[in-house]
């Protein structure tokens, strides 16, 4: 099979690596992909929203499968675009169409669906710039801390958690009159403030039934203890240790299955990854958002653990028998610290050169935000690599994943030196 994996981050090299081991497998390409995925796959550097570029790309390279990586080509509708060309309806998707899609491409959509089916989450009102005072009102009724969610995608940096009143409805002006996070926020969810301790569980779903993947849990602020700005994650960890049976067991029933029904009984055809982002609080989950995709940097700690053949998930998803497929796991924890340019997540420069990378022996590096120059591997984004580790203890495989980012250099490299430090 020739397979093409749409995206550039650290979660499309994590796919190609694990994709790379399958016997089924005879070209892997990945589009744009980054210098991790260069040298186990072919580069194509088309932008994955082009959803014509991806049409003679498919045609060109015989492609068997498309698995979509981020969101973006999801929630513009990459799926239902092959469903309705004649040449590309006959080759899977493994992603959400439309529909499906905006579980992520609006909150608004996603707690309505929650409300619907009864999954638990938190209380919640949406508001635009027409009625602005309203949420200003309405934020005068919650207690403090206020979260003010962007409606629409903007790059897992488009939640705000405040503690401050009057902060919380300059910055609700700001995002609804200002457009601080562009068409994104021309809807603002406010939701209460959920006090708990934050982790994500992994479904895959071929529309009927579904396998749930190991969870984990990711650092998402830029400063050590969980301070400063948002990011797209800084670090992760897997299996989570406060996640036991009994927890998981309540997700299972609280969480995943009301959604596979609430999906099938509104005429959602899913096919692919549902990311839970979950609040366990006093030992019950309640759900803070949902993704369309695999999380970022957590695909690089659940797919290091998986010792099955992933080609056979997906194969499950496309023909809608994952039912019959089964998958085994590592016992190991897998750790990922993230690598980021200076200055991240705001302003960052890009272009410089990565050296030691061959150095590396106790750890798998994935690539994000990388590029290859002249024959040198450069920084091209802000979150550039995660340097994963496994072992028998979060303290090893930590230990691990520092060590080896010593031997990594790049100008104005940037790094949580704390990742773990709540779990142990």
């Known amino acids: 099979m020739n397979i093409l994996i749409l995206g550039s981050g650290g979660r499309e090299h994590a796919f190609a690596l694990k994709l790379s081991e399958s016997k089924k497998i005879n ?19 088309i932008d994955p929203t082009d959803f014509n570029a991806v049409k003679r790309l498919v045609l060109a390279e015989a492609i068997h499968m498309v698995i979509v990586g981020p969101e973006a080509p999801l929630v513009a509708g990459v799926h239902d675009f092959f469903l309705a060309d004649v040449d590309l309806k006959d080759i899977p998707v493994i992603g959400p169409k439309k529909d499906g899609a905006m579980l992520e ?22 508001f ?9 009102c309405f934020l005068e009724t919650l207690s403090p801390p206020y979260v003010l969610k962007a409606d629409g995608l903007a790059g897992g940096k488009g939640v705000l958690i405040l503690n401050s009143l009057e902060e919380a409805k ?21 939701e209460e403030f959920l006090d708990g301790i934050e982790l994500s569980v992994f479904v895959l779903t071929d529309g009927k039934s579904y396998k749930v993947l190991p969870s984990a849990k990711d650092y998402k602020r830029i400063g050590e203890g969980d301070t400063g700005l948002n990011t797209g ?4 960890i897997s299996p989570v240790p406060f996640a036991s049976d009994d927890f998981l067991n309540k997700v299972e029933e609280r969480v995943v299955k009301p959604t596979i029904n609430g999906l099938q009984k509104d005429g959602i055809d899913y096919r692919g990854f549902i990311f839970i982002g979950l609040m366990n609080i006093k030992g019950d989950p309640f ?52 690598l980021v340019a200076g200055g991240y997540p705001e302003a960052y420069e890009k272009g410089k050169e990565i050296t030691g990378l ?5 750890s ?3 690539h994000a935000g990388t590029t290859t120059k002249n024959g040198k591997t450069i920084t091209n984004g802000g979150r550039v690599m995660a340097v994963t580790s496994l072992g028998d203890t979060i303290e090893e495989t930590l230990k691990k994943s520092y060590d080896s980012i010593n031997k990594i250099h790049f100008e104005d490299m940037n790094y949580r030196k704390d990742i773990g430090f709540d779990l142990i």
């Not at 970022?296 to 019959?324: C, I, K, M, Y």
């Not at 061959?358 to 106790?362: I, L, S």
């Open 170 to 190: 300059s910055e609700l002006a700001d995002m609804l009159t200002n457009q601080k996070f562009g068409e994104a926020s021309n809807t603002v969810v406010i």
């Open 105 to 126: 491409g609006s909150k608004d959509f996603s707690k309505i669906f929650m409300e619907k089916h009864g999954i638990p989450t938190a209380k919640y009102k949406s």
């Open 358 to 362: 061959e150095n590396v022996t106790e």
């Open 128 to 136: 635009t710039k027409d009625n602005l005072e309203d949420g200003k």
């Open 287 to 338: 759900v803070v958002e949902y993704n369309v995709r695999m999380g970022d940097p957590e695909t690089e700690v659940v797919l290091p653990r998986l010792e099955s053949d992933l080609l056979e998930l997906f194969e499950g998803v496309a023909n809608q028998n994952l039912h019959e497929k089964s998958f085994s796991l590592k016992s190991q924890t897998a750790t990922t610290v993230m």
């Open 364 to 366: 798998i590096v994935f």
């Open 233 to 236: 994650g800084m670090g992760a």
């Open 27 to 45: 070209q892997l390409f990945v589009a744009p992909g980054n210098a991790g995925t260069d040298s186990i796959a072919k580069n194509i550097a």
